[in-house]
């Protein structure tokens, strides 16, 4: 639910406009009104519409307020103006056009229109409503042993312009509800089939405003059980073939609507509308000419008729119309293709601007990218580069503490045949008691022990140096690592025959590449 803390003077002139006329046409306090006017997108046509039909909850005030098409801002001013018309000028206008104003009619809720009394008032009228009731039965006995009485008994008190009356031991229900009881009464006892006529579904509230919306005409049927002319009229004129053709057609945009008086809102809405016979029928379309709201009766019909004469009625009084209607509707279509064409550029500039934002974004994730492989290619060299730099010095470094190879005055020995990567064979005799890594480091560094001078190479800082090699003996193959410490003699014996592995790193596929 929507917050009811809303400032008053927050709110646009539009929307102070709706709250006014929903709060003094419901009786509503602001804390009400404004969730329903939030809920119905500001609408106070639908807002009303949905409080008296009671079924905001069935309908979703939303979806009907954003197909409601927005009315033009000249509109919004013209009847903002008319509330500071005087009534006889908007009577007078009537008059001068010849057509009588066609009231929006809600009808009261029967919770509203009786209170129940308190406890010990109740049992102090008990004796007269019992008495009540009791000749309320003998009466109603008499009524239906002899029908003709009420008849004449309603013509000698009334004369013969009846104002309409209603059964209230009819159970009230909403406006929806009741039209739907009464299309459902009507096809069970004249025998049609459901669609015949096509009765709108709602309240007379709810088809006024529709019709009102849509430039539409709204045909009123008011009928009463009570008058002898009621089923005739319904069998021969209102189930005439010619006539249930003219209001089903959509081409001449009717909206038909009908009630018995017996129901609380069929009377409400006969008493306004001045019924005084019965079948009654009325013609109501929106007048702009008398003003930019008003809906106004243009033809009227009481008492029996035919239906060729109800529809030649009928079709002259829309022919007076229809020229307005059409200049107005021609008017909003103008308007609507205004708005379609300004929601359709917005569209297409959305679209666009969307599309130039994901290019945008495209750009600079690919430059991010772009930025971040060049970075790691620039890591990537100056590490190839610091690695070179510090393998070389260290090679330099190892090459000076190499020791030399033992003369032919030493005995305790170990003679070597190393075939190098390049396929270069050397033999070199190592003191036996020189350990592993020696035979690594000469490996290593054989191209530099013919280089090395005099002045000494620091070792670099920081490095740890990974010999990139393994020596293997072939027959049987055995490797020479460096995990398993010992001297040559132990690790060899007085001779070997090795051959140099290279040991490829994860860059070029951790693979071992034997190059014989």
Same mark, same amino acid.
């Given at each position: ?56 909850? &069935? ?98 008190? #009334? ?57 539409? +005409? ?71 000419? &008398?003003?930019?709201?008003?809906? #106004?009766?243009?033809?009227? #019909? ?107 005055? &030493? ?10 990567? #390049? ?16 035979? +690594? ?30 020596? &293997? ?6 490797? +020479? ?36």
């Amino acid at each position: 639910m929507a917050s009811t803390d809303v400032d008053i003077s927050t709110l646009t002139e539009a929307q102070q406009l709706a709250l006014q006329q929903v709060t003094s046409v419901t009786d509503q306090d602001l804390a009400s009104a404004i969730p329903l006017l939030q809920k119905c997108q500001w609408n106070a046509q639908i807002a009303i519409t949905r409080f008296f039909d009671g079924d905001a909850d &069935v309908v979703d005030p939303v979806a009907e307020a954003a197909r409601a098409p927005p009315p033009p801002s000249t509109a919004r001013r013209q009847e903002t103006l008319l509330d500071s018309i005087p009534a006889r000028s908007l009577q007078r206008g009537r008059r001068e056009a010849g057509l009588e104003p066609a009231p929006r009619i809600v009808p009261t809720p029967e919770s509203q229109l009786t209170q129940p009394l308190p406890f010990p008032l109740s049992i102090l009228v008990l004796p007269f409503s019992l008495t009540y009731t009791i000749f309320q039965r003998i009466f109603g006995a008499v009524g239906w042993a002899f029908p003709f009485l009420p008849r004449l008994l309603s013509r000698l008190f #009334s004369g013969a312009t009846s104002r309409p009356s209603r059964d209230a031991g009819r159970r009230p229900l909403s406006p929806r509800d009741t039209a739907a009881r009464f299309t459902r009464e009507f096809e069970e006892e004249y025998g049609v089939t459901h669609g015949t006529l096509p009765f709108h579904e709602g309240g007379y509230a709810q088809a006024f405003d529709v019709a009102k919306r849509d430039l539409k +005409y709204l045909l009123v049927v008011l009928i009463s059980p009570e008058h002898d002319d009621n089923a005739s009229f319904v069998r021969e004129t209102l189930l005439a073939p010619e006539l249930v053709e003219f209001v089903s057609k959509a081409e001449n945009n009717i909206i038909l609507w009908a009630g018995t008086v017996q129901d609380s809102e069929a009377f409400q809405v006969a008493n306004a509308l001045n019924a005084t016979r019965f079948p009654y029928l009325s013609l109501i379309v929106h007048t702009p000419n &008398v003003s930019s709201s008003a809906m #106004s009766k243009v033809a009227t #019909s009481a008492g029996p008729v035919t239906a060729q004469e109800l529809i030649a009625k009928l079709q002259a009084a829309m022919a007076t119309r229809q020229e307005e209607l059409g200049r107005i509707r021609a008017q909003r279509q103008e308007q609507q293709a205004t708005t379609n064409l300004r929601r359709e550029q917005e569209s297409a500039y959305e679209r666009s601007l969307a599309v130039d934002r994901e290019k945008a974004r495209k750009r600079k994730e690919e430059e991010a990218v772009r930025e971040k492989s060049e970075r790691e290619t620039r890591e990537k060299e100056k590490q190839k580069a610091n690695y070179a730099r510090n393998l070389a010095q260290w090679r330099r470094w190892r090459a000076q503490s190499i020791a030399l190879e033992p003369g032919p005055d &030493v005995k305790d020995t170990v003679r070597i045949s190393i075939r190098l990567a #390049s396929g270069e064979r050397v033999i070199r005799k190592f003191a036996a008691d020189s350990g592993i890594e020696e035979l +690594y480091a000469f490996v290593e560094c054989h191209d530099l022990l013919e280089e090395v001078n005099e002045k000494e190479s620091p070792k670099p800082e920081g490095y740890e140096h990974v010999y990139s090699f393994l020596l &293997v003996s072939p027959m049987p193959r055995e490797v +020479y690592d460096l995990e398993k410490r010992g001297t040559l003699k132990e690790r060899i014996g007085r001779s070997g025959n090795l051959i140099v592995e290279k040991v490829v790193g994860e860059e070029d596929g951790d693979e071992e590449v034997i190059e014989d």
